[in-house]
């Protein structure tokens, strides 16, 4: 059986936290970033996991992770 490959525009994307779930940054904070509240901005900054309906197809695209 050969090797599965890795997705590699969803593994510069995802990281594995410590218990095994996938951590992610938000989207909406490349640009068009005026009309966007300061509170909003700073909320987009911190990473966040990912939901738990997406998980099998990310495990699925990320073998190795």
Do not use: E, W
């Not at 909406?28 to 509170?39: A, M, N, P």
């Not at 901005?41 to 911190?46: A, D, H, M, S």
């Not at 990473?47 to 190795?64: E, G, R």
């Amino acid at each position: 059986m050969p090797k599965m490959k890795t997705s590699r525009a969803a593994a510069k994307r995802f990281k594995k936290t410590g218990t095994g779930q996938l951590k992610r940054m938000k989207a909406y904070k490349s640009h068009i970033l005026t009309k966007k509240t300061t509170k909003r901005k700073r909320n987009l900054r911190k990473a966040t996991i990912v939901d738990a309906t997406n998980v099998k197809n990310m495990k699925k695209i990320l073998p190795y992770l």
